[in-house]
């Protein structure tokens, strides 16, 4: 069953987000590296260790970054580890980004998940203007969290690409958190984990074994 996208930034270790594996202990997750096609081919590992950040809020998905170390590596040749950017990195309003995922991409049918991978470009949003917009809201933006989308809508992130990459200038910069009740909502850019904030913990985590 597909649950949500992860990143692979080493042999044996997938980011993903904190929501995914929250509360899901009893559940054997695995990862599946190297297909564009939903539930078929590639490789399948299981996952031998989650460790979610422990500020994680799962009311307000701040600090939404989960590890995950893998039993073996990852060896398919098509399934590389992506850079993350640096702790320090400047994540520039107007930035073009990149998403991928097995999402939904059709509201009418919001949890069925997409046959083949998409992928969709999309800018980094002002992060005051993301704020605001969503202060009327039951979540809020903070400082571990960056913003991207069109104003006007239309492109986004849905239900079933949790977890997934933000790509900025080639690195892993983001993680698909969350939205507005329905996606690609004009005025509410979708929200991601901030890579370069949470850096520090991620680097923390591999760095033990």
Do not use: M, W
């Given at each position: 069953m597909h649950l949500c996208g992860g990143t692979l930034i080493g042999k044996k270790w997938v980011?993903?987000?904190?929501?995914?594996?929250?509360?899901?202990?009893?559940i054997k997750f695995a990862v599946r590296a190297g297909s564009s096609i939903y539930f078929t081919g590639g490789q399948v590992v299981p996952v031998k260790k989650i460790t979610e950040h422990p500020k994680f809020n799962r009311t307000t998905l701040d600090y939404d970054v989960s590890v995950l170390e893998l039993s073996e590596d990852i060896t398919i040749e098509n399934a590389l580890p992506i850079e993350m950017a640096d702790a320090d990195a400047e994540v520039k309003t107007g930035s073009i980004g990149t998403i991928t995922g097995w999402g939904s991409v059709s509201m009418e049918d919001k949890y069925k998940p997409s046959h083949d991978l998409q992928m969709v470009q999309i800018p980094v949003a002002d992060s005051r203007v993301c704020k605001e917009a969503y202060g009327n809201t039951s979540k809020h933006v903070s400082e571990r969290m960056i913003c991207a989308g069109y104003a006007e809508g239309g492109k986004d992130?849905?239900?079933?690409?949790?977890?997934?990459?933000?790509?900025?200038?080639?690195?892993?910069?983001?993680?698909?958190?969350?939205?507005?009740?329905?996606?690609?909502?004009?005025?509410?850019?979708?929200?991601?984990?901030?890579?370069?904030?949470?850096?520090?913990?991620?680097?923390?985590?591999?760095?033990?074994?």
């Open positions: 980011i993903t987000a904190a929501h995914c594996t929250y509360g899901n202990r009893l992130a849905c239900f079933g690409d949790s977890g997934g990459p933000l790509i900025v200038d080639g690195k892993l910069t983001g993680i698909v958190s969350f939205g507005y009740e329905y996606c690609a909502a004009p005025n509410y850019p979708g929200v991601y984990s901030s890579v370069p904030v949470l850096k520090e913990f991620i680097d923390s985590v591999v760095k033990q074994v």
